[in-house]
């Protein structure tokens, strides 16, 4: 608890343009939270170096998501936000924590197996104990709720598994965090291949809708998105493309499921995709407009990095120091 408020910790990646995907499965739900919340909001940097990066283009796509953060409406005044390399304590506790952790644990991770089958060149020990990086910022913060889309939980649930068996050692150290996971759109799906889910590395630009996407590629990757033969707008298992779009249109518009279903009743498929592309359109146009005006504004994104990482490193400490007296490191002496 920070001033009698639970704790939020939640971050992205900075490689890649966003998606979507990423507004809608954790993006949009942060925004939700943060009045009840005290929050932190990561750029994870240290994350994105476990596959090979340009530095200058990391640098500034890490810059880009900060600022969007704050563009899609993360007040930094309310909201910690800030990037991940500024606080050394997420790699610190990341080293701690590597020693609570199996071989055979990390080995079943789905996004190990999926991210060294895509880097067979380099797979290096960081993508193998990326999870145990992941766990460390949670746990840094005595985080209670995780908000993040479906293809993260496995990640929670080590994170769980290790800060319990952390606590059965040495007491209650870490507060076991829970994970947040939106009502409709926690697994947005490829535009190209409805089985597949929306991502950032997805070589066809087609499958993708990005964030700073104009509108009219947005409609046009739209009317091009794969669904079926059997011309009926229904929401089940059977019609992935279709279930899809009404994911998204739901999300955007705040209808549910069965509202979009009877709205669209005995309508073409053409009418829909239209309709849901000018409902993202009109969803991401006035984030991308705040973007452009912010990211002229140098010095107050700069003031941003500054007063936030120095107050999550605050609380950084404050996990670390607990963390460091109870494996029997030696106190500092001042
Ligand atoms: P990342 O950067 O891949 O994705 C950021 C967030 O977007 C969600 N997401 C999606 N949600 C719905 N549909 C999709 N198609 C979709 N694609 C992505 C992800 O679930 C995530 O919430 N390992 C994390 C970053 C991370 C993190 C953390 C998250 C590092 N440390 C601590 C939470 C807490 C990742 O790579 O997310």
């Known amino acids: 608890m920070i001033d009698d408020k639970k704790i939020l910790f939640s971050g992205m990646q900075a490689t890649g343009n966003l998606t979507l995907g990423n507004y809608i499965g954790a993006l949009k739900n942060w925004l939700t939270l943060q009045d009840e919340y005290e929050t932190f909001y990561s750029v994870v940097d240290l994350h994105s170096i476990t596959v090979r990066q340009d530095p200058a ?30 606080v050394s304590g997420h790699a610190e506790l990341a080293w701690i924590l590597n020693c609570f952790t199996y071989m055979g644990e990390l080995q079943r991770m789905t996004q190990f197996k999926d991210k060294s089958a895509k880097h067979a060149d380099n797979i290096n020990a960081g993508l193998f104990t990326y999870p145990v990086l992941m766990a460390a910022d949670i746990l840094l913060y005595q985080t ?3 908000p993040v889309g479906k293809d993260q939980l496995q990640h929670l649930e080590i994170t769980r598994d290790i800060a319990q068996r952390f606590n059965s050692i040495y007491g209650d150290v870490f507060t076991i965090p829970e994970p947040y996971i939106g009502k409709t759109g926690a697994k947005i799906m490829s535009l190209q291949d409805p089985e597949k889910k929306m ?5 066809n630009p087609n499958a993708s809708i990005y964030l700073m996407d104009d509108k009219d590629t947005i409609i046009r990757k739209f009317k091009r998105a794969v669904t079926d033969s059997e011309a009926n707008i229904a929401y089940n298992d059977t019609q992935p493309g279709i279930h899809n779009l ?53 010095a107050y994104i700069d003031g941003v990095i500054k007063n936030n990482a120095e107050k999550a490193d605050y609380y950084a400490q404050k996990t670390l120091r607990k963390v460091k007296k109870k494996v029997g490191f030696p106190e500092k002496i001042r």
């Open 246 to 298: 009404i994911d998204i249109y739901s999300a955007c518009t705040g209808k549910t499921a069965d509202e979009v279903v009877s709205e669209f009743a005995g309508r073409g498929y053409g009418e829909f995709k239209l309709a849901v592309g000018e409902a993202v359109a009109d969803l991401l146009g006035p984030l991308q407009a705040r973007f452009f005006d912010l990211e002229k504004d140098k």
């Open 199 to 203: 991502s950032k590395s997805d070589e």
């Open 144 to 146: 209670d709720v995780v």
């Open 57 to 86: 283009e990391l640098r500034s796509r890490a810059r880009k998501l900060l600022t969007l953060y704050i563009a899609a409406g993360l007040d930094p005044e309310k909201n910690c936000i800030y990037y991940q390399s500024h």
